[in-house]
């Protein structure tokens, strides 16, 4: 099992662009999360998303957008791209996502906005 | 709200040498707390959770509540130990979300 998988691996874009981030999660996962990580700092968690339906949403705007497909994989968008949405992001995937459960991170999408 | 914080962004010790991380958090409830790790050009990983009081790698790491640490300890360093860890905080009302601290990167030298 090649585990979480991320793509792309890294991408630049300019400012006010909109980009999407795809997620495959370990095969029998069902509960997929997104993280945020800005250089220097720890991981701050964007969303959760299990059976297609939104579970957990961070402290992050309107501009960041999320789902999940039949498939279990996701997507993370985000519109309008700002300079400080440059970051490393991070998939994480759990068989279900209950709070007893371990949670498995991808290698992450690395984000330059100019 | 919840926060972890690591006090200390880098540590350097040499091998054989004890080393002790350092991880706060702020929470009124009882939280779970983890440590997470990140060896060079690797993925984040989980390390140990304080629920299952195991030692990982020679890790090992107590949860104090009343003074809401949860420090990691190992008392030989080895070389394969330098990497980027992370404590992190999961709370039952948030379910899945694992809030983190900013990180501590320990070097250990030969």
């Known amino acids: 099992d090649a585990g979480v998988t991320q793509s792309p691996t890294h991408l630049i874009k300019t400012r006010g662009q909109h980009v999407t981030l795809r997620c495959s999660p370990i095969?029998?996962?069902?509960?997929v999360s997104w993280y945020q990580q800005v250089l220097g700092q720890g991981p701050q968690f964007i969303f959760q998303?299990?059976?297609?339906?939104?579970?957990g949403r961070g402290n992050f705007p309107d501009r960041f957008s999320a789902r999940q497909f039949p498939n279990y994989s996701s997507e993370l968008n985000v519109n309008a791209l700002l300079l400080g949405d440059s970051a490393l992001y991070l998939c994480?995937?759990?068989?279900?996502?209950?709070?007893?459960?371990?949670?498995?991170f991808g290698p992450g999408t690395r984000l330059l906005v100019l | 709200a919840q926060r972890v914080t690591q006090p200390e962004k880098l540590l350097s010790v040499f091998k054989g040498a004890p080393v002790e991380l350092k991880c706060n958090y702020s929470?009124?409830?009882?939280?779970?707390l983890f440590w997470y790790v990140q060896y060079s050009r690797q993925r984040l990983q989980l390390l140990l959770r304080?629920?299952s009081r195991e030692s990982i790698k020679g890790f090992t790491a107590d949860l104090n509540k009343g003074e809401t640490s949860f420090h990691l300890k190992k008392p030989f360093a080895q070389e394969e130990d330098s990497a980027m860890y992370y404590c992190?905080?999961?709370?039952?009302?948030?379910?899945?979300?694992?809030?983190f601290g900013g990180g501590t990167r320990v070097l250990v030298k030969p």
């Open positions: 994480a995937s759990s068989l279900s996502g209950s709070p007893q459960e371990t949670q498995y």
């Open positions: 095969s029998g996962h069902k509960s």
């Open positions: 998303y299990y059976e297609k339906e939104e579970r």
């Open positions: 929470y009124s409830g009882s939280p779970e």
């Open positions: 304080h629920i």
């Open positions: 992190a905080l999961r709370t039952k009302a948030a379910g899945n979300k694992l809030t």
